[in-house]
Structure formats: C-alpha cells, structure tokens
C-alpha cells in the first residue's frame, strides 16, 4: 500500500480529528477563529473588489460563470479572488495571529 504525504506536522494546535479531516479534505473549518467584526470588515472589502470599487494592483477575480444566469454580475458569481496583496485591508486577513 502507498503512502501519502502528510501535509500537516504534529501540533498542540490541532486535535487529531482536524488534522485526518484537512488531510482528507485539503481545508479545516475552525468556527469563530476571526472575530465577527473582522469578518464583516473582510467581507465587505471582498465585495468592493469584486464590484471593482477598488482595484489593488495584480488582483485576480475568479467567476464561476455556470451562476451567472442566477445571480447576474454581482459578487455571487465570483467564486476566488487571488493576488490580492496589494488591498491592505484584505490581506490583513492573511496576518492575523489567529490565522
């Protein structure tokens, strides 16, 4: 039998159970690690993005053009938002201690 890589070291960080599940899924949902005022902050930069209210230099937006017949232009049918280093507010998210 193979092996598979493990992407995730041995941590007091995580339980066991967190670390099998992101091994398996290749994501980990940890609930209210970020502050709901945060995320609303966050949230509400990704839709000035996606509504190119502002336009950080490199960024990418991703859209899952198969919803576009559900939710038109709006920032639903964006599914990703990558190279987005230059928004400060956005890429705070990518600093926080927590994260």
Do not use: A
């Amino acid at each position: 039998v193979p092996v598979c890589p493990s992407y995730t070291l041995d941590n007091d960080l995580l339980t066991t159970e967190q670390r099998q599940f992101y091994e398996d899924n290749g994501y980990l949902l940890i609930k209210n690690l970020v502050s709901d005022e945060d995320i609303e902050r966050f949230r509400k930069e990704f839709t000035r993005i996606c509504k190119r209210e502002v336009n950080p230099p490199g960024v990418m937006i991703m859209k899952d053009e198969s919803l576009r017949s559900q939710f038109g232009q709006s920032e639903n049918v964006v599914n990703k938002v990558q190279d987005f280093q230059e928004d400060e507010e956005l890429f705070r998210y990518c600093t926080l201690p927590e994260v």
